[in-house]
Nanobody
Framework: QVQLVESGGGLVQAGGSLRLSCAAS????????MGWFRQAPGKEREFVAT????????YYADSMKGRFTISRDNAKNTVYLQMNSLKPEDTAVYYC????????????????WGQGTQVTVSS
């Protein structure tokens, strides 16, 4: 069982930056691939980025490439999402998720989810 707690969301102006964190419980964090997703009101949950257990492999949604960076610190059981050049359309609740071993880009392939953190980008 893995418990995930996101933090770091907030209100930021367009062009600004935020760094989200997701703290995980458990002693086998390294065995889990981690993902970030987001969901805006009235929209489906959308893939943002994913990272392998070792941190050596990452993958991003096209609209986030070059602006967002996913990373992890296995010693701290934490995964991060650095978000730069934020746009109003990035406004959403951001969720982290975990699944064993292999990265994935679709929500239903993840087994554990955090409660989400709100990111609001003003124009």
């Amino acid at each position: 069982q893995v418990q995930l707690v996101e933090s770091g969301g907030g209100l930021v102006q367009a062009g600004g930056s935020l760094r989200l964190s997701c703290a995980a419980s458990g002693r086998t964090f390294r065995s889990y691939a981690m993902g970030w997703f987001r969901q805006a009101p009235g929209k489906e949950r959308e893939f943002v980025a994913t990272i392998s257990g070792s941190g050596g492999s990452t993958y991003y949604a096209d609209s986030m490439k070059g602006r967002f960076t996913i990373s992890r610190d296995n010693a701290k059981n934490t995964v991060y999402l650095q978000m730069n050049s934020l746009k109003p359309e990035d406004t959403a609740v951001y969720y982290c998720a975990a699944r064993q071993y292999v990265t994935a880009t679709v929500p239903h392939e993840y087994d554990y989810w955090g409660q989400g953190t709100q990111v609001t980008v003003s124009s």
